[in-house]
């Protein structure tokens, strides 16, 4: 009888290990996103107060990149207030930036940047969905 009690409690004991490896995993993970963002706004800021060499497309790429970052960052935010869950809107949010920073840099080829905006498209469908989804009751 204990040996099957004991096997009970396997789960969350396994659950609660995996749920800590997790959580230093995703703060280890935000402070690196950290150092990354904070070189991304100094190599912004650079592009910024000199103006004679800069190339929009760089700046754009930056900005983006930026973006990415601060968004990644927000989801680990939002992992924790939310309970150890990750919203699926972020995960949207997160797949349009990256979209919109390959249509910035990568915009030699027509074809790629309408497929691009095609996954654009799919992915603000499927986040309309989802933010509509908990309004509507059947």
């Known amino acids: ?8 409690k396997l789960p969350r004991v396994v659950t609660g290990v995996l749920k ?3 959580s230093f995993s ?8 950290i150092i990354a963002l904070a070189k991304i706004t100094y190599t912004l800021a650079i592009m910024v107060f000199n103006t004679s ?17 601060f968004g ?13 869950h990750f919203p699926l809107r ?6 349009i930036t990256a979209m919109l920073r ?3 840099v990568n915009h030699e080829s027509s074809v ?3 497929l691009f905006a095609g996954a654009i498209l799919i992915m603000v469908i499927a986040l309309c969905l989802v933010l509509y989804s908990n309004k509507i009751k059947i």
């Open 1 to 8: 009888m204990e040996e099957s009690q004991e096997l009970e």
């Open 20 to 22: 800590v490896v997790l």
């Open 26 to 33: 995703l703060i280890a993970l935000a402070v690196v996103l």
């Open 53 to 69: 060499s800069v190339v929009p497309y760089d700046v754009a790429e930056q900005a983006v990149m930026f973006f990415l970052y």
């Open 72 to 84: 990644f960052i927000g989801l680990i935010v939002q992992y924790f207030k939310s309970g150890y």
């Open 90 to 95: 972020y995960f949207i949010y997160a797949g």
């Open 102 to 104: 390959l249509i910035i």
């Open 112 to 114: 790629d940047t309408i």
